[in-house]
């Protein structure tokens, strides 16, 4: 519209069209629901694999949960499979068959498209320490057999002296133990990695001095690993160091958290960061700066997952050869003591014989 004394035309200064602010993104309150399934490592590796299969061939999780790979699953599990407001690593974490660290490898997954890749990651992870379990199932076998000869061939003279009561009551202890240590021994290679009583493990072990360091290799092992995985997928580092420290489940590394993020955010480096508290080894963080120099972070990273591995199960090594001789000690201590009682008990029943001709 035109005044046609001035020629001002009105429409352009026209005060402009308010437009409503964009809506807030609502925060999806937390879902409910569990259905924990008993599967051992193996059958859990098989699920995985056909689930990444699946989702090779173009199709979902919860196409997956409908098809004949999820068909040794329970109705429940299933269920929790298809439902649309979980996403597939929050579904398998509840079903009892991801751990901390495979939650978060799985999340990468699905933060960068590559979720059948990331499954298979699981996989080959899984089986790696279902092989390291095995072979110190074996070495923990020798002090087992020891044990249980000690606890029921030591004790034989007892039998002779004062009855079968007698000898039942200095076996049964150690008999009992050696059934509790063989059974944990057996089944433990065989836990899912969410199970209840692989996490109490770990963090029973955490208290235990021979087994503390191999926990925090372990835990270092984690963390480097989820780390380089998140990196190499291209995930921030800001993200990746919240994920890694989850992954791990370690009260050392959460508590970290905060600190480190804050610390990355005022500009700092990956290697000033995780020399924060003397968390790390020294030599873990001054290979970390020299990935960050070289641009090679994602494969150093991977290095030091390695070596932390490998430092875990020499702990565990030295741990299991170090009870080994300390139940040799005490078992021929033990046998020791029992022969020289029993000569000395009968010297001196033939003592008091002679004594009494």
Excluded at 93 to 118: I, N, Q, S, Y
Excluded at 131 to 152: D, F, I
Excluded at 180 to 185: A, I, Q
Aim: proline content about 6%; overall charge positive; aromatic content about 4%.
């Amino acid at each position: 519209m035109e005044c046609p004394a001035c020629g001002v035309i009105y429409a352009r200064y026209r005060p402009p069209a308010t437009t409503s602010p964009a809506p807030v993104p609502a925060v999806r309150a937390p879902v409910a629901g569990t259905a924990r399934v008993s599967l051992d490592a193996q059958q859990v590796e098989t699920l995985l694999s056909n689930c990444a299969q699946v989702l090779d061939a173009g199709l979902t999780v919860p196409a997956f949960a409908q098809g004949a790979g999820a068909s040794d699953l329970p109705a429940s599990a299933r269920e929790l499979l298809q439902r649309t407001d979980l996403v597939p690593s929050e579904a398998l974490f509840r079903l009892g068959v991801l751990d901390h660290a495979g939650k978060a490898l799985v999340v990468v997954g699905e933060r960068t498209g590559r979720l059948p890749e990331a499954l298979r990651h699981v996989v080959a992870r899984m089986r790696e320490r279902r092989k390291a379990m095995r072979a110190l199932q074996a070495r923990l076998l020798q002090p087992l057999l020891l044990l249980t000869v000690a606890g029921l061939v030591l004790p034989l003279p007892s039998w002779v002296t004062s009855g079968p009561a007698a000898y039942l009551r200095t076996a049964a202890p150690v008999v009992g133990v050696v059934v509790v240590l063989g059974f944990l021994v057996a089944r433990l290679p065989s836990l899912p990695p969410g199970s209840t009583l692989r996490s109490v493990l770990s963090r029973l072990a955490l208290y235990l001095p021979l087994a503390r360091g191999v926990v925090l290799h372990q835990s270092n092992a984690t963390f480097t690993d989820v780390l380089s995985t998140c990196l190499a997928a291209g995930l921030p580092a800001r993200e990746a160091l919240v994920l890694a420290a989850d992954a791990t489940h370690d009260a050392r590394l959460l508590d970290a958290q905060a600190t480190w993020v804050a610390t990355l955010d005022r500009g700092a480096t990956l290697a000033e960061v995780l020399g924060i508290r003397a968390v790390f080894p020294g030599d873990v963080v001054a290979r970390v700066a020299v990935g960050e120099q070289s641009g090679r972070l994602p494969e150093v990273l991977r290095g030091c997952a390695v070596e932390q591995e490998d430092l875990a199960q020499r702990a565990a090594q030295r741990a299991i050869a170090l009870v080994g001789a300390v139940v040799f000690t005490l078992a021929a201590g033990y046998a020791a003591r029992t022969i020289i009682s029993t000569w000395t008990n009968t010297l001196q029943q033939r003592g008091a014989g002679i004594d009494d001709i």
